[in-house]
């Protein structure tokens, strides 16, 4: 009734979930250490991590992969993704992209500011809410796979089958609930009216929108105009690192940094240093593995990796986040309904990509699991009438 299916480029998201959760750690550790939380200064370091990702490994492709004329003409792979040749003597083999050169740095400088606002949203504003829930940014993280989904549908023109309709729906239901009991378990007080919960309800349902339109945009460009995903991610971040210094100069970047050092000693302040430049090779590393994701599978997968572990780290929240409390006490009602509706909202995820498949009411009927079964038995099929045919005795 239920069939779990692995494929062989699995890793690649697995990468992806391995790396946040690195650079996860990583920020609770420089926050617990140094009270370096909110910080505007890791914006320009997440942009610096995407242009130095994406560089290094265009430039390694560049040299290794590329204009090879003394070797066959052969598809060549780098991350399961095939690179595309553009060899004016070979008219098969070229690719016209769909819109021109303006367009296309148009819908990336676009990305990148979205990706600014959403980052910055994450980092700086969204924490500074008081009295909120610690982990309900991440409970509201799959409205995006909705969001995505529909940009799949009337943007890409490309369609979603039953078990997906289904998956979207029971998602929907699972955050209206999440919404609900929210305004039901949420402390109002003096410092936290309804108003302003509603206020700081809108702005995390916002945030995943913005990543929606990224990892949309970012599959237009990868599909339509054959760009190749490196060089995406590489002027993706050479904007976002420019817009960060632009867009917000009247804050201080580095007086969180000043503030650090102040308070440490040199050897301690050294060591700080050191971890912001991890944090910047951890930013190369996720978003390597989010465009390879987003190229591979799509929009919809990359986002699967934003809340498929929430069951888990709903744990994390309440030991050391303090969430679920009421009055220093767990509160169980709040914690079990949420945990439980995160668990359905990953199962479904799941579902809707593909990596579970539901043999009920017809739901397995358009995976690529049972599409590709019935591709081979058609195959073993047409080899059995070969055979056939191959036994008449034509004299």
């Not at 995006?144 to 979603?160: N, W």
Request: aromatic share 18%; net charge negative; glycine share 4%.
């Amino acid at each position: 009734m239920i069939k779990f299916t692995l494929r062989h480029n699995l890793i690649y998201p697995s990468q992806l979930i391995l790396w946040y959760f690195l650079r996860q750690l990583l920020i609770y550790f420089i926050n617990a250490s140094f009270d370096f939380k909110n910080s505007l200064a890791l914006t320009p370091l997440m942009f610096t991590g995407e242009l130095l990702g994406g560089g290094i490994i265009h430039l390694y492709l560049k040299k290794n992969y590329q204009n090879k004329k003394d070797k066959e003409k052969k598809p060549q792979h780098f991350m399961s993704i095939e690179l595309l040749r553009y060899e004016e003597e070979d008219e098969d083999q070229k690719f016209i992209p769909l819109d021109n050169r303006r367009k296309i740095v148009l819908l990336m400088f676009f990305c990148s500011f979205f990706d600014a606002i959403q980052f910055l949203l994450w980092t700086s504003y969204i924490p500074k809410f008081h009295g909120l829930s610690a982990s309900l940014v991440s409970r509201m993280s799959s409205i995006s796979t909705i969001f995505c989904s529909l940009f799949y549908i009337y943007v890409l023109k490309l369609p979603i089958f039953r078990h997906q309709k289904l998956s979207l729906c029971i998602t929907a239901l699972c955050l209206i609930i999440i919404i609900i009991f929210e305004f039901v378990f949420q402390k109002i007080d003096i410092f936290l009216t309804y108003s302003e919960f509603v206020d700081d309800l809108i702005f995390i349902i916002i945030t995943p929108i913005f990543e929606s339109f990224i990892n949309s945009t970012e599959k237009y460009l990868y599909e339509y105009d054959y760009m190749d995903p490196f060089v995406v991610l590489m002027y993706e971040g050479l904007f976002g690192f420019i817009l960060s210094f632009l867009f917000f100069l009247e804050g201080d970047y580095f007086h969180d940094v000043a503030d650090v050092n102040k308070q440490n000693s040199i050897g301690m302040f050294i060591l700080f240093l050191f971890l912001l430049f991890v944090y910047i090779i951890l930013s190369a590393g996720m978003n390597i593995f989010r465009v390879v994701t987003n190229k591979i599978y799509s929009p919809m997968t990359k986002t699967l990796t934003n809340y498929i572990m929430n069951p888990i780290f709903l744990f994390y929240y309440y030991g050391a986040q303090h969430d679920f409390e009421k009055d220093g006490k767990l509160n169980v009602p709040y914690f079990i309904i949420n945990f439980f509706l995160s668990l359905i909202i990953s199962f479904f995820g799941c579902v809707y990509n593909e990596f579970i498949v539901l043999f009920i009411c017809g739901l397995e009927n358009d995976t690529h699991y049972q599409i590709s079964k019935r591709a081979i038995l058609n195959d073993q099929e047409e080899l059995i009438k070969m055979d056939d045919i191959s036994d008449i005795d034509f004299n």
